[in-house]
């Protein structure tokens, strides 16, 4: 059973930066899709950004610029750095993945991510 550790959330200025890390259980060159979506309350589950095949890279319309996907090998370890923060950024966040070869689908047990002055 594949298990992703998320960690990084907290409360944040607006204006301010968080990293978001995601630790799957097995080799993260074993997963074809790697990302992270988040929800906010009362609103669907939306894409932030996610890695497809190690090189296909794609953002949700709403970062414009402002968030960050990366994988750092050695530390088995994908990311998402965060930065000028907005209120309506606030939401659960939830690490994703897909292994290679299987339709299942594997989510982390969400990080929040609260944006307020």
């Known amino acids: 059973q594949v298990q992703l550790v998320e960690s990084g959330g907290g409360l944040v200025q607006p204006g301010g930066s968080l990293r978001l890390s995601c630790t799957p259980s097995?080799?993260?060159?074993?997963?074809?899709?790697m990302g992270w979506y988040r929800q906010a309350p009362g609103k669907e589950r939306e894409l932030v950004a996610k890695?497809?095949?190690?090189?296909?890279?794609t953002y949700g319309d709403f970062v414009k610029g402002r968030f960050t996907f990366s994988r750092e090998n050695a530390k088995n370890t994908v990311y998402l750095q965060m930065n000028s923060l907005r209120p309506e950024d606030t939401a659960d966040y939830y690490c994703?993945?897909?292994?290679?070869?299987?339709?299942?689908?594997?989510w982390g047990q969400g990080t929040q991510v609260t944006v307020s002055s």
């Open positions: 994703y993945a897909k292994l290679y070869g299987s339709p299942t689908e594997y």
């Open positions: 097995g080799s993260i060159f074993t997963f074809r899709i």
């Open positions: 890695l497809s095949s190690g090189t296909d890279l």
